[in-house]
């Protein structure tokens, strides 16, 4: 049986921000969807929210309604360029007290660009910096590499929260990234842990969606979420309308599973 997760008491002041990194360097395993998902439940329990596209694809901002591909200025300008202050490139989303720092195609060329610059890891960290205060949560949802993007997102936050879709190629990468993870601890950021390993794409009627859950729970144990998010054609629906499960079908099964998560999130670190 799953275990409640109490329904947070309301916050009455805002920040400083926990920092999330949505991570997993194999693509197609619900981070983007869970990071617009936890926003949405973290903000629908009055959190103050900033979710941060890191992924010069742009599915971040594509799922919350922005046409990035628009814009003139994005998270790229904001980490390669001084004069690019973080509110010129915020921009809120139709989810109240939740905003987006958008990303689109430019950010391709920062990996590179970024190579040559002194303190090049926290150069995201950086750029937060100025709105820590102004948020409960910030999520930043990676893209599918363990490159210096990602390095930069793990070296500003304090946890890690990693999909894992219930496959069994899943499990194979899971090792690399907890490897990855330990190094950013050890030489950048001690304050790194991983939160929770969150099933995605679960498939309940499949002995094989069953197995991997017990495998990850038998190597990672109390690590991994008891919220576990089923596979369910509403989310790519939810990607053409631009918007969270939350608010396209509030009573979905699969939106009272990303609110449990943000219970759940809440009650392992009460913010
Ligand atoms: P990632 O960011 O890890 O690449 P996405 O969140 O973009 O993964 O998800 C990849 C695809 O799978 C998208 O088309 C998305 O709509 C779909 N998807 C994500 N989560 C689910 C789910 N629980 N059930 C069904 N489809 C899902
Ligand atoms: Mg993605």
Redesign the pocket.
Same mark, same amino acid.
Do not use: M
């Given at each position: 049986m799953p275990r409640e997760f109490p329904v947070p008491e309301p916050l009455h002041a805002h920040g400083p921000a926990r920092v999330i990194a949505v991570c997993?360097q +194999?693509?197609?395993?619900? +981070? &983007?969807? !869970?990071?617009i998902n936890m926003g949405a439940a973290l903000a629908g329990y009055g959190r103050r929210v900033l979710v941060v596209d890191l992924?010069p694809q742009g599915?971040l901002s594509a799922?919350l309604g922005v046409a990035s591909h628009q814009l003139d200025r994005t998270i790229y300008n904001l980490m390669l360029e001084r004069s690019t202050q973080i509110g010129d490139v915020l921009v809120p989303t139709k989810v109240p007290g939740m905003d987006l720092l958008p990303a689109n195609i430019d950010l391709s060329a920062a990996e590179v660009q970024l190579i040559n610059e002194v303190g090049r890891e926290q150069t995201l960290g950086r750029a937060l910096r100025p709105v820590l205060h102004a948020y409960d949560y910030i999520l930043i949802?990676c893209q599918?590499s363990l490159g210096l993007l990602t390095v930069n997102a793990l070296a500003c936050s304090s946890a890690v929260v990693m999909?894992v879709a219930a496959e069994y190629f899943a499990l194979r990468g899971v090792a690399l990234l907890i490897d990855t993870i330990s190094k950013v601890q050890e030489r950048i950021n001690p304050d790194l842990a991983i939160d929770g390993i969150l099933v995605?794409?679960?498939d309940g009627r499949t002995v094989h969606s069953r197995d991997v859950v017990a495998t990850l729970v038998d190597q990672f144990g109390e690590t991994v979420y008891d919220t576990v998010? !089923?596979? &369910?054609? +509403?989310?790519?629906e &939810? !990607?053409v309308a631009g918007e969270p499960i939350l608010t396209y079908a509030p009573d979905s099964p699969?939106s009272q599973a990303y609110l449990q998560l943000a219970r759940e999130m809440i009650s392992r670190k009460p913010a």
């Open positions: 997993n +194999k693509g197609g395993v619900g +981070k &983007t969807t !869970s990071t992924d599915a799922g949802d599918p999909p995605t794409l679960y998010i !089923s596979r &369910t054609v +509403k989310f790519p &939810t !990607s699969a």
